[in-house]
Every structure is written in structure tokens, then in C-alpha cells.
């Protein structure tokens, strides 16, 4: 079958798409998009978060033909998706119209220089950049689907306690860190967002 | 529409550009960004225009003989490339293994535990590989199967390995045990005889999963010369090399070996999965060929925590001195060696724990089952046996009638207690000042949750499932400590190399770092590139990916890599050092004295002398010139222990980890809610601080997940495993972590690079006895065994 859908604000079509086919295995394999990825594929793990008209899924566990018409944003299209947010409704939401970057643009995204330390690489959202800053990154195979949960989290709620964290994140397993600069960075990234408010 | 990308994501070198950065600083992740933004290639990431997909089919019985494998039908699944069995493996060499090679690449003749590779399949799509594998018939003729100590030492036990040539069979007593190490050290008999008080105890630890979210997958991309490039995610390149190449019939050189992006390992990845098969399917089509195991395949693709059961008696007098230590340590090792004998080292020489024990009676065994194979994870024989003495510490605390903490602080070791094996502890053993520290702490507030509008369920043990509102809830206070050795031991050549290039790129000096390190997220390379920045001071530091175009950096494991690969990088640095200074000399020496007389050093992009005045400018210096060297580096030999005695100077170097834990217990439900677990370990020097610290949470969850939840449940009656999904075996969520404090010590180790003590295991330690003693100390229950399951706290 064939599927029409919009990636990081770029419309898309997938043809050939077999039925028993995920939005995951379209995202990675057909859309040249595997920044979700893929640790359990049984909706158990978050690391294959994605916001599909803006609600945060697991895209393992939604079928390629549930997307017909329909908008989503992966990690690649993260820090667009916040930027348009803050440029149009600053410190506030966004909705399910959000523009993002186009899939031609998220295919020829380079790493444009790696030093968080000084925040000198550009463009990245305050939540990737909290991550980077908070230590929470080690294997990182876990950080696009909490980033896209944290990034969802902190537009719906300007400064969550830590409960209200510890509640949103709690579909995003990680081995590596202990979660303990998991909270740093989402703490980090709420403070950060107010001050520029 | 077929796939966008047209090249294979191979992993790209990192840069990182920084004006401080140097050893002792929180330096952050080089590769951080392409980890935040999705960018970073992983090995399932991988991907090739005309690649197939490759598919395994494994057993569905752990103990058969295999009557017959009929491929016809798969074979001609459209879409299928090729189908192969143990028939079409192309050398003579089948098997392989990290000490025994007794690993079949394909079963032959028979399968040995549930889950084991019996066939391959590569197909244009990955369903088309799974639906073409569904249709491969194996007839199997069941076999009795032998699941603990009992069935694998009966008198008339079937043998898991029949005719078995390795070094470990003159010593075993019973083919069915892999290993055996006993440590016999003074005369635990007569000193039983001075203690006014013995406890003795029995203790299981469950099976434990990696559960390294990344899976394991990998792409094969057969080249011109009849060879083959693997991008796999692994803890050791040419550990794997090794067993790769004779097993595909190919000189090591025609398999060329790249790093890909690793998603966690904790030992999971030592061992071969998918790496042989993806090699021989891509062979065989001519295709890249690429394997990604879902979880449920994950679950059988790598080896696991050995189980075990321990039995232990200690003694001691009125005045809490302990006299003597007996135990017996029984791991089961599953159906292949894998890691099994270092286990078994590792178990019997750290049996004691962190205590002065002069009369010990000690002995470690591995058993070959049909079980699932065991291997290495993350603390590695050491965390079985601290979960069995810490319980023991506590039960004769508590005879003696001392306070726990201050028990174990009075018979604590320290620099120069001799260990069981013989060998003194030569450096900083800050055992009893680990423990202080984290009883010192303040405890968190009692029922925390309680506020004037009642309760807040989320942080009550059961949490938003809304199970209790308070009552019925108790708290508990526990405390362990644990001891680790660092590096592989027993006479093991553990180097590592490291290639360092120096040169002036756009008019500054960069140097530049090639390992074949397993970067797995420990952040290695974070500390490389800190080291090349103190050692020759540029800012600019490119870390070159793994491959095994430069020698080996020995394993991503045994908390040994920034320690060996670290002093390989230092120590090339200094290679590097010398000779850009000799071509100061050569350009510059006769316009400055201090060229031939001062000790100099590489700081800020100059040479600079011990005053601190300014020579040359490294950019200007090595205009035209580049500077490279590839080195090895060794930390001091150990000595394998004496098969009879155990005596022997295995180890290089001890880490140390305390925790304390805080519990809550809903009494009725048996729901368990840990609300702190706070730790202090020494790491001698933090290199990283930040880095180090997120490896100390990060093991203590590990250490949390196993004492509550986390086991791989095998049927007792059939070896088959029961839970092999994220559904069933459950690992933390960030409600069921705590909050972790961590208090770093740093007591230099005088024969480690910078001082260091590799610390990553540790946490993983005391961190699981800790919530037991506290469990217990809630409770009152005995609870001998791990994990704590609900059932076991409310007697159901």
C-alpha cells in the first residue's frame, strides 16, 4: 500500500508498504530516518518515541497505514519543532500544526560542530542541549525517545516537579545512566526555558 | 520506494575543540550531539543500498539430538537469498569461544539449550527472513536436560559436552563442571574453633540480563578480494577477529573489523552473536547483509549473569572479630563456557569480600547445563558472592550484638591486608571510610509522601496503581560493601595499544586518537581525548573510529579500559611528546639554552619550560611535520592461582563501592519502593568527575534492578526461558529509581595511570545487598534469595 504522511514537516510518501509494516520500520528503513530506534519494538522500552499529531507514541506499536494524513515529528526534527514553538508561541504550546524541518534538510543534517561545552555546534533544541550538558547521554541509544517524551513533558508543563518527571518519563527505559541525569537535564532545560521567558 | 540513503552509516571520527578539558574535568561527550540529534550511526542503524536482511532460527528445545533440518520450502520463499545450515559452514574449524571453543557457530548434531542457532536464512525484507525461517523443519529427539548442580553431577548425568580436550577438564571434578578453583589459606577447621558465634547460610542469586537497549546487530559487506567488513557493535574487535576469521576459513586480514555505535554492553557483547552469521551470509549471497535481533531474540542472541547458589558459614568472637570463612560457590554456567573459568576465578578470590579473614576454606565452581549460557556481566563472579557475605555480615552482627556498620568497619580491610589468594593489598583500601561516609549522611525524611492533604501515591511503594495510601507501609535501612578487582587477572596479557598523530591542520596543532577501544558509553573516548589534551597541550582532539587497522585495546570490560587504554594513549602521548621536542631541538635549540637543559612540557598550544616561559608554538613548530606513534602498553603482570591452593598474585588492582539503602514496604502487597540508595566508592583519580559519577548511579540501578525485579526465568522441568521480552523480564523505570547521592573518594593508586582505580563495576556490587539488608530490616524476613518477589514478603 501506499503512504501519505508528514515527516518534520515534510510531506512524504511511502509506497509498497506491506500491512504489518511499523512506523518505526517506515521512519528507519524507507525514510532514511533511523534516529528513533529500535530496543524492543513491543512498546515496553520509549526508545522509539515520536510525536504523531503531536502525542507522544510508541512508533513501534503503530501500524505504517495508521499515519495516513497525518503529521509526525522524530528526533532529527526535534530541535525545528521547538524552535518554530518558540518563535510562534513562545514559552507556551504549540498544537498539532507544528512546521519542522523537511526531510531533505533532516537527510543532509551534518553534526555542525560537536562541543556542547561552549553550545558553539548551533542548533539544537534546550532539551538536547540539557542532555549533552546534564551528563545524560552515555549510550545514548535511549536519548531520541526520551527526548522527544521531555521535550513533549516541558511543553505541556513549563516547570514539572520532580514527580511530574519521574510520571512522563516513566515509559522511557535506560540502562546506562540511573536516571539520575536524566532529571538533572530535564530539570536543567525547565530552568533554562524560564529564564529566557 | 526503496531506501533514501545510499551509503553504508558508517561511523565518522568526532572533534571536539576545547580550551580546557584536561584530565580531573567534567569534560563532555565529543560525540553528544550526534547522539541528541539522531544522527548517531548505531550498528542497527546500518545500512546498505542492495542489502539483504538475515535471520536466525533458533531451537525450540534445549536438549535434543537433531534428527534431520529440511530447508526445501524455505528456500523457496520469493525473496530468498539463502538458506544455511551447519552443512554449508566453509572451514574446518566450527566452533568458537572466549576461553573454550566449544560455541557451535550452526548446531551440530545436537542443540544444547533453548534458543541456540541452528540455521540462517538472508532475505530481501525482514519479514520475508522470519516468515521463510518459520518454514525450515527440524526434527529434534528430546534429550533428559540437566538444570543444577544435582542433574549435572549424577553419577549417570548425561554429559552437556562429550570428549571435552580443553585445559580445564584435567582438573574438574566431573565433566560437567567447566571449572573449579578452591582457596585453601590457613586452617578454617581449627580457627572455627576460637568463634563464639557461627552463622551459616544458603543463598540464590537469579539469572541477570545485560539488557543493553541497543540490540545486537551488525552489516556484513562482502569486498573484492574475497573478504568481508563488518560494522558491529562489540566490546573487543580483535577478541572477536579471532574468532571469526577461522571459523569463515579467512586470513584475520581479509576481515576488517569497524566499531559501529554501541548501545550498552555490561558484558553482553563480549561473547559472538550475530557477527559470524551475518559474515557468512553475505559471503555466501555476495550481498551486504544485515542482522538485527528484536528483544526476544536478544534474549537468547548473548549470555547472561550466572545464577548461583552459595553456602557460607562464617564465625566470630564476643568482641566481633571474624575467625574464619567457609563457602562453596555454584555457578551455572548454562550450556557453553563462554567467561565461566574468569568467573570462577573471580568468585572464589573475592568470596571474602573487603574483610580480614586469615583461615578461609573456599571453593568456586561453573557447571555446564542445558541452562542458557553464562558469562560475563558487569561485576562478574564478584556480585554473587558480596550478595551472600554481606547477608552473612549483617546475621553476625547482630549474634555478636554490634552495631552492622561498625562490624564491618572492625574487621574491614586496608592497604596491606593480605587477600585470600596471598597477595597483599598494595595500595589505598578505604573499606572502613567508605561505610562511614555513607552512614553519615542524613537520612531522607519518614514518609515523605504524607503531606496535609494526604498521601502522594505516586511515591508510595505501587505508585500510581493507587495500591496503598500509607498504611500498612514500613521502612527499612540496609547497608553493604563490596570489593572488585580491576583488569583481567590470572596471568592474562591485558595491553593495549594505542596510535596518537600530531600535525598543524588550518594553523593548529591537533592531535589525533586511534584505538580500537569498544567506545559502548562509558565514555572512553571522552577521557582520550582529555588525556591527549593534558599530555600534549592542544586543544583540538579528533578521536579516530575503532577498527582493527591499529593493534588491540584488549575488552571494554573489568572496569579495565581507561586504565590500560587510558595508559596506552598517555603513554604513546609521551612517545609523542619526546619527539615533537626533538624537532624543537632541531629547529629551535640554538636560539634558547633551556631547549637542552629544562624539563619541558607541552602546554597551551607552546612548549613551555618548568618556569613556565614560552619556547615555541606548537603550530609553528610542527609546520610540515607530522608526528605519530603506535604503542602498547601493559599495567604489571599477575600470576594464575594455584589450581590446588588458589594462592597467587592474580589481581592488578581492587575497586571499592558502599552503599546504603532506604526502603519502603507496602506489607500487605509485598511492594517494594526503594527511596534512596546512596553510595560512596574510591576511584583514585576521577578523570571525568561527571562520567564517573553517572557510571556509579548507573551500576547502583543495575545492583537495584536485580534485587527486585530483574530475572531471567528458566522452566525447571525443560530449560526453556519463560520471559525473554521487556513485557516480562522488567528492568528500573525511572519511578522505581531512586535518588542516588554519590560521594567520590579519590586515594590515588601509586601504580595505575594518574592514580586511577577503574571503577564502572563496583556500584553493581553492594548495591543489591544494600536493598536486601534493608528489605530485611523492614520486614524481619530472612529472604536468602534474589530478586524479592511480592510473594516472598507476604509468605503467599
Known sequence: ?197 | MAGTKTTTGAPTEVTQKHNKGGIGESTLRPDGTLKVTGEFAYSSDMWHEDMLWGQTLRSTVAHAEIVSIDTVEALKTPGVYAVLTYDDLPAEMKNYGLEIQDTPVLAHGKVRHHGEPVALVAADHPETARRAAAKIVVEYKELPVITDEASATAPDAVLVHEGRTDEYIKHVPHPNIVHNQPIIRGNAEEAAKKADFIVKGEYTFGMQDQAFLGPESGLAVPSEDGGVELYVATQWLHSDLEQIAPVLGLPEEKVRMTLSGVGGAFGGREDISMQIHACLLALRTGKPVKIVYNRFESFFGHVHRHPAKLYYEHGATKDGKLTHMKCKIVLDGGAYASASPAVVGNASSLSVGPYVIDDVDIEAIALYSNNPPCGAMRGFGAVQACFAYEAQMDKLADKVGMDRVEFRQLNAMSQGTIMPTGQPVDSPAPVAEILRRVKARPLPPERQWESSEGADVRALPGGLSNTTHGEGVVRGVGYAVGIKNVGFSEGFDDYSTAKVRMEVINGEPVATVHTAMAEVGQGGITVHAQIARTELGVQQVTIHPADTQVGSAGSTSASRQTYVTGGAVKNSCELVREKVLEIGRRKFGSYHPAWATAELVLEGGKVLTDGGEALADLAELLEGETVEVEAEWRHRPTVAFDKKTGQGNGHVQYSFAAHRAVVEVDTELGLVKVVELATAQDVGKALNPLSVVGQIQGGTTQGLGVAVMEEIIVDPKTAKVRNPSFTDYLIPTILDTPTIPVDVLELADPNAPYGLRGMGEAPTLSSTPAVLAAIRNATGLELNRTPVRPEHLTGT
Open chain 1, 1 to 197: 500500500m501506499r503512504v501519505n504522511f508528514t515527516v518534520n514537516g515534510r510531506q512524504q510518501e511511502a509506497d509498497d508498504v506491506w500491512e504489518g509494516e511499523s512506523l518505526l520500520y517506515v521512519l528507519r528503513e524507507r525514510m532514511g530516518l533511523p534516529g528513533s530506534k529500535n530496543a524492543c519494538e513491543q512498546g515496553e522500552c520509549g526508545s522509539c518515541t515520536v510525536r504523531l499529531d503531536g502525542v507522544p507514541v510508541c512508533s513501534c506499536l503503530v501500524a505504517a497505514g495508521q499515519v495516513e494524513g497525518r503529521e509526525v515529528v522524530t528526533v532529527e526534527g526535534l530541535a525545528d519543532y521547538a524552535k518554530h514553538r518558540e518563535d510562534s508561541h513562545p514559552g507556551g504550546a504549540c498544537g498539532s500544526v507544528c512546521g519542522g524541518t523537511s526531510l531533505q534538510e533532516a537527510r543532509q543534517w551534518q553534526a555542525k560542530g560537536t562541543d556542547g561545552q561552549t553550545g558553539e555546534g548551533g542548533e539544537l533544541s534546550q532539551i538536547q542541549q540539557a542532555f549533552i550538558d546534564a551528563g545524560a547521554v552515555q549510550c545514548g541509544f535511549c536519548t531520541p525517545g526520551l527526548l522527544v517524551a521531555a521535550d513533549e513533558l516541558l511543553e505541556r508543563n513549563a516547570s514539572p516537579s520532580d514527580a511530574d518527571i519521574r510520571e512522563a518519563l516513566s515509559g522511557n527505559l535506560c540502562r546506562c545512566t540511573g536516571y539520575e541525569k536524566i532529571l538533572d537535564a530535564v530539570r536543567l532545560a525547565a530552568a533554562r526555558q524560564e529564564e529566557t521567558v
